[in-house]
């Protein structure tokens, strides 16, 4: 790999654009792992809080042009509306990633606003309901799942800076492309979000009675219609294209069971599918799992990593430049 | 009220017909409360378990017939399926309830079949993934919400056999209508099943890549997908009518979603009302209760029980003729 000046394996300088929850937690994790971090922020309220704590907050054109002089890298940890402002400050030849819950829409951002960055896409599935700096923890993202993309032509330079950072705050990492990420995420977390609201909107139009008799099953299933509507909104919104066909998916499996159910009166194929894809995710999440490694100099190294994203595998760990990963 | 031979408060002897998980719950529970009781089970596994236990098993025709002769109360915990065998073995004027999840469907089995005994339906909103007398307990219905259908004609003298039992087994009763039981069960029973299966299937067809990054949101949303096919089956399958309504609202509303998500991009109305519905749940779960009672001897009573089971409110204790209610 071709290190920029000064590099050390594991004590790349990061940068984070964005305080909130997401933000704060990767400065903290990163300060906790022995990088020397700086933060910067629209928001007064994080600024303040993050500086009580101690932190090196200053302005967002001052800490990213600080980051290129440093080859620090870049995090970007604002909603997707405000990246673009972000990206517009960039300057070219910068270590640039994300932790935004979207990545084919970041990436375009990426290539029309700030096409000089080196951009590799980030997005660690970790979160609580609540936000802001005061919500974050160095301990946000310990056993979660840290995806990174790994496009054709991808920088893998900047991919073992964000793979490095990641595993430095306790995650594994997932890689995969931004079109994939996508779609995954909004089958397995956007659409359960639609779902939820639409299940709770039936069920209380059963009025206080049905609430009364609701049990663990409409508990469970509601559970994140009780998270804040506008994080809701900006999640699902921002990944439209893809969660219109997650939930087009829904639809016809929906209309599959009404029809089924108005016609024989059965619901074997709908709830035995169910059953058996319930069954798949236990059985991945219990699998044992076989230890590989990618060759992160290797020409086939992008193939590999993808390749390895959808298997189910993760990368565990870091040897030099080659990513120790581990797969069912 | 006109009490039976030898009624005393309390006291009524118990004949539970099918000792799975719930009928053998009930047997435990109403023998921990002090009852004469004995069971019936075309199950040789369920008989041979429950007797190794001590309990009392004849079999089914016996059971109902001493039943009748004793001025007991009769539970009826078979599935559905199994309900009308039953029923032709049930004396004229025997005092009878059920545990079965549906009301409607029993009830019209009942007017069918058994047309001379005293009914009142049940159901127990309680149970595990697990099945057969093994899996029941005395403490079942601890804290749960049982179902007492109050129609116009009930018999309240039965009604109160089953409120005694059912506050026996620290259960609180929700009195309702049979169809107003089913609907309310096909919103926040049946419907959470089958959208869980909808959401595991469409979750796995993103392959092990989707099913790596599933988090929270879809873990819990699929949980109740992992229950046993043949049950979900049974008790959505039982409730047909009711649950068509409920999938017709959920195909309206997830319908609208695709609309707005695919037209202008928002999900606004969606969202905000599931976040409403959840909070309308949370809130009546956290109201302040307040004590009010039913006099049963009342021409009213029957109305005064449906309009409390309506408003979220529940009887929670029976003090001769008069039921202790709490609602919000």
Chains 1, 2 share one sequence.
């Not at 800076?161 to 306790?170: K, Q, R, S």
């Not at 294209?241 to 029809?259: E, P, T």
């Not at 169910?274 to 193939?303: F, I, K, N, W």
Request: charged share 20%; proline share 3%; with cysteine.
């Amino acid at each position: 790999m071709s290190g920029g000046a000064g590099r050390m394996s594991g004590v790349r300088d990061v940068c984070v654009v964005g305080l909130g929850l997401i933000g704060g937690s990767v400065l903290r994790a990163a300060a906790a792992a022995g990088r020397v971090v700086w933060g910067a922020t629209a928001s007064a309220a994080d600024a303040d809080a993050a500086r009580a704590d101690g932190f090196d907050v200053v302005d967002t054109a001052e800490a990213v042009r600080r980051a290129r002089e440093r080859d620090a890298l870049v995090v970007v940890a604002v909603p997707l509306p405000a990246v673009e402002d972000v990206l517009r400050v960039v300057p070219d030849g910068v270590r640039l990633t994300d932790v935004v819950s979207v990545k084919g829409p970041v990436a375009e951002l990426v290539a029309r606003v700030a096409p000089g960055a080196r951009y590799v896409g980030g997005h660690p599935m970790a979160g609580t309901s609540a936000s802001g700096w005061q919500a974050g923890t160095a301990e946000l993202f310990r056993g979660a799942a840290w995806v990174v993309t790994a496009e054709d032509g991808t920088d893998l330079d900047v991919l073992s800076d964000v793979l490095e950072l990641a595993l430095a705050t306790g995650a594994h990492v997932v890689p995969t492309t931004a079109g994939e990420h996508d779609a995954a995420v909004a089958r397995i977390s956007h659409l359960p979000h639609v779902l939820a609201a639409v299940l709770a909107s039936v069920g209380a139009d059963g009025g206080p009675l049905a609430l009364a008799l609701a049990a663990g099953s409409f508990g469970e299933g509601t559970r994140v219609a009780g998270s804040r509507p506008e994080l809701v909104r900006a999640m699902c919104e921002g990944n439209r294209s893809a969660l219109l066909d997650a939930v087009d998916d829904a639809l016809g499996r929906l209309g599959a069971a009404r029809g089924s159910l108005a016609s024989t009166g059965g619901l074997a194929k709908t709830i035995e599918a169910g059953h058996a894809a319930r069954r798949a995710l236990v059985d991945q999440q219990a699998a044992e799992l076989t230890d590989l490694t990618v060759d992160l100099t290797s020409p086939q190294a992008l193939e590999a990593l993808r390749a390895l994203g959808s298997r189910g595998g993760r990368i565990v760990g870091l040897n030099g430049s080659t990513a120790l990963a581990r797969t069912s």
